[in-house]
């Protein structure tokens, strides 16, 4: 736990200095997903989880409610594993773009570059304990795109001039992910998911 908290004060505070010891670590998909990945992903999720069943969720124009323990539980399962897939389909596509602006296309890379651009992002789940406080899980997420901006040259090998169009169809990517995962979500939550009973 340790290394990983070192990795998201660094990813955030140093960025510029990190991407380029990122760029050059060992690793493989396997052992960044399982050492990183699925211990920081808990982060939104486990909050999530405490946060609707012990404090509830004001929904605007409805009404405070709160979650059972099980509907709480399945609303932070869904969370969790969509979001590891929402990571994984960013760093697949980051790799199968790469050649296109004449980038290093390595899956690993990829992967290197989709989960630590959403560490931010992950790491502020913890406001998803007071789920008022949940929207500034955005702040974070905008910051990532500047952790993306500036490490996709470093780790893809991108030349400068390639890079802002590089960026700029990733993020469009992201965006796209993010509508089909949100649906996604939205289906199975829809289905299985909370009754939303009232305080």
Known sequence: MHKIFNRVKDIVLKPKETWNTISTEETSVAKLGREYLLILAAVPSLASFLGNWIIGIRIPFVGFYRLTFGESLINSIVIYILIVAEIWAVGKLISLLA??????????????????????????????????FSPLMLIA???????????????????????????????????LIFIIVSMISGAILKAFGPSLPRI
């Open 99 to 132: 050649k296109n602006f004449s980038s290093n296309r390595d899956d690993i890379r990829g992967f290197k570059v989709a989960v630590y651009i959403f560490t931010p992002y992950l790491a502020s789940g913890v406001f998803n304990l007071i789920p008022y």
């Open 141 to 175: 997420g905008l910051y990532g795109l500047y952790l993306l901006y500036i490490g996709l040259p470093v780790v893809m090998e991108t030349p400068k001039e390639k890079s802002l169009p590089y960026f700029v169809v990733i993020l469009t990517a992201i965006v």
